[in-house]
């Protein structure tokens, strides 16, 4: 949700549950799918999958304002990537300005020129562009101002050490906030778990807030579930 209480949007997560094996977590089976070229069936399918959910909440009158999909560096390879996601729109009927496309930041320095391209390409569709774990890649300041993505994700891992206000970790975060935000992105901190990093966030003015302290992933039927509980309590801003 927003700083207005309302949810600003929810992230689609690839879970794997095997018959035998439970629960496959995703650091597992996602460079597996990367090794053996897999990965960009799985990340089509994902995003597809993404879409026809989104449609159903609205058909359901379930108010999801957007749904984000995290893709691989290597469908970022793919210069035929936005012709991709323009047809499972059309195929969907998704409205484009309810999906956002995440890249990592190690993506974008892969290969930055193409990668410009065709995150040029994706925004002119009417989607908007999340860089995802903003601060682990050491990345320059000037090929953030050059990407154009609509949103920004500070990534989990500073929230520990967080809570010490003089500290250097809130000095980075604030850091980041205030350069996204003067660059007209929207912010995202991401792994928030205690009131206290919340209430840190909110005065800092962070713009979204996605984390257990709000709710853990869950399916599409819970999911639905909860945004109808949501309308009777005002929560803080989330990105479920």
Known sequence: MTGTGRLHGVEALARWIDPELGFISPGRFIPLAEETGQIEILGE???????????????????????????????FRDRNLPATIARIMDETGMPPERLTIELTESTMIDNFEQTVEI??????????VSMDDFGTGFSSLSNL??????????????????????????????AIVHIGQSLGMTV????VETQ??????KAMQCDVIQGYLFSRPLPPAELAQWCTA??????PPVHA
């Open 188 to 191: 995202v901190a991401e792994g």
């Open 45 to 75: 399918w994902s995003l597809r999958t993404a879409c026809r959910q989104m449609t159903s909440w609205m058909a359901q009158g379930i108010d999801v304002p957007i749904v984000s999909v995290n893709l691989s560096a290597i469908h």
């Open 196 to 201: 206290a990093q919340y209430q840190l966030l």
């Open 230 to 235: 949501s309308t009777s309590r005002t929560p």
């Open 119 to 128: 995150v040029t390409a994706i925004r002119a569709l009417g989607c908007g």
């Open 145 to 174: 101002a050059s990407l154009p993505v609509s949103e920004v994700k500070i990534d989990q891992s500073f929230m520990k050490g967080f809570e010490e206000p003089s500290g250097k970790v809130y000095s980075v975060v604030r």
